[in-house]
């Protein structure tokens, strides 16, 4: 069984700055690509960020520049950086992670929930 936490979610004005945080635990032979994704109210859940075990990473154009995906693989860590939030930015980001074990599976966080308001 794997479990995934996260943290670092919050309450953060217009141009203030979060970092997500996602960890992963449990029985795995390695961990594979991992990621985040938003799910804002009324709306579907999108690709902010993933990452491979390589460091290499795919990001949504639009929040290039603002957005900047982490990985520790010792620490089995995705991380968010987030800078610059706008109020669209608001939603609870779950951690999404490939989990090499017998068998194969893909995990997603309980959610952590992001809130830009001034």
């Known amino acids: 069984q794997v479990q995934l936490v996260e943290s670092g979610g919050g309450l953060v004005q217009p141009g203030g700055s979060l970092r997500l945080s996602c960890v992963a635990s449990g029985s795995m032979f390695s961990i594979g690509r991992m990621g985040w994704y938003p799910q804002a109210p009324g709306k579907q859940s999108e690709l902010v960020a993933t990452?491979?075990?390589?460091?290499?990473?795919n990001a949504a154009v639009s929040l290039k520049g603002r957005f900047t995906i982490y990985r520790d693989n010792a620490q089995n860590t995705v991380s968010l950086q987030m800078n610059s939030l706008k109020p669209e930015d608001a939603a609870v980001y779950y951690c999404?992670?490939?989990?090499?074990?017998?068998?194969?599976?893909?995990?997603w966080g309980q959610g952590t929930q992001v809130t830009v308001s001034s």
């Open positions: 999404h992670v490939v989990i090499f074990s017998v068998p194969n599976g893909e995990y």
């Open positions: 990452i491979t075990s390589g460091g290499s990473t």
